[in-house]
């Protein structure tokens, strides 16, 4: 049988059971190999974390691959930046690498099983709840292969991620993320929502739905109100926000909470000043701080967007125990 290790251009962090199996199958031939079968502990700097008897959590720079027999370095190469990014997804791991260092694939007869080994638990140690929630499991690796082939997971998702990795170094990137998340989100999800009213030839008379002409000499239907706020959108941010999911979805962020509506549009705000002068205008009360405080800041609004769209599944805050 064919195995390729995958070594990353940083960290994975993993949550291994003492019962997981030595490989778990994603299809097609393709498998992940557990980190603990002892011939592919090929990092020395591989880190062991004191958690429970039954599970470890592990850090290491490779994922080792069983893969069918004919599987080239080039075809690893062509698919390894979606696989990890869904992995990165899946896990909400923010610092999950996204790149490799290099390839090695060997021959081999057989896979032995796993040795699993857990470090000595101190009663002073204390794990936060979404440090253990985004350690990836031999599954969650897994299911990532499986969609090495798939679309790409939604920007919103990712650029998410990088905020928070970015939390602790560069508020300002923290922001800047954080706001083109929040404007990406809804211009997807409204989009999303209006075609699924356009393709089930929706009767209601909320919307102005029209045939227009398409090439080549046919009609599609189209709704010129809809396209307007689109629109004004691109140009005021708030319309993502009030008039947009009014029309398309019966609701407002404003009508619905007018305070997470009034904080959004500070982030706005702030993004704006930095993308424009460098930084806040610091005699402007309303906006956020470029500093640790104005990082977090912008994190919570984020996930409260997040959550009234609907995408808080995709938003995981690391500093809640």
């Known amino acids: 049988m064919r195995v390729a290790i995958l070594v990353l251009s940083g960290k994975l962090e993993w949550l291994i059971s003492r019962d997981d199996p030595a490989t778990i199958e994603s299809g097609d031939g393709w498998g992940v190999i557990n980190p603990f079968v002892p011939e592919y502990i090929v990092d020395p700097q591989h880190t062991i974390i004191p958690f429970e008897p039954d599970h470890t959590i592990l850090k290491t720079s490779y994922i080792c691959l069983a893969v069918p027999e004919k599987t080239t370095s080039e075809e690893i190469i062509n698919f390894y930046p979606s696989f990890l990014q869904h992995l990165r997804v899946n896990t909400r791991q923010p610092e999950a690498p996204i790149d490799l260092m290099a390839i090695d694939i060997k021959d081999i007869d057989a896979i032995s099983s796993p040795k699993f080994t857990h470090a000595h638990i101190d009663q002073r140690f204390r794990w936060l709840k979404n440090t253990v929630g985004t350690a990836a499991s031999i599954q969650t690796v897994a299911m990532a292969l499986g969609m090495r082939n798939a679309p790409p997971p939604p920007v919103y998702a990712i650029l998410i991620l990088d905020a928070i990795a970015a939390s602790h170094t560069d508020p300002r990137q923290t922001i800047l993320y954080c706001a083109f998340a929040i404007e990406i989100l809804a211009a997807s999800t409204i989009e999303d929502a ?35 706020l689109m629109e004004a959108a691109r140009r005021q941010y708030r319309v993502y926000l009030h008039q947009l999911p009014l029309y398309v979805m019966g609701r407002s962020l404003l009508l619905d909470d007018e305070i997470l509506y009034q904080q959004a549009l500070s982030l706005q705000q702030t993004r704006n000043a930095i993308a424009h002068h460098g930084e806040p205008d610091e005699t402007k009360n309303n906006l956020l701080g470029l500093d640790r405080e104005g990082a977090s800041d912008a994190l919570t609004i984020a996930r409260g967007v997040f959550k009234w769209f609907g995408a808080e599944d995709y938003f995981i805050f690391l500093d809640k125990p």
């Open 194 to 228: 209006f075609k699924v009213i356009l393709d089930s030839n929706s009767t209601d008379n909320r919307f102005r739905v029209i045939e227009t002409a398409s090439p080549p000499g046919g009609t599609s239907p189209s709704d010129p109100v809809f396209r307007q």
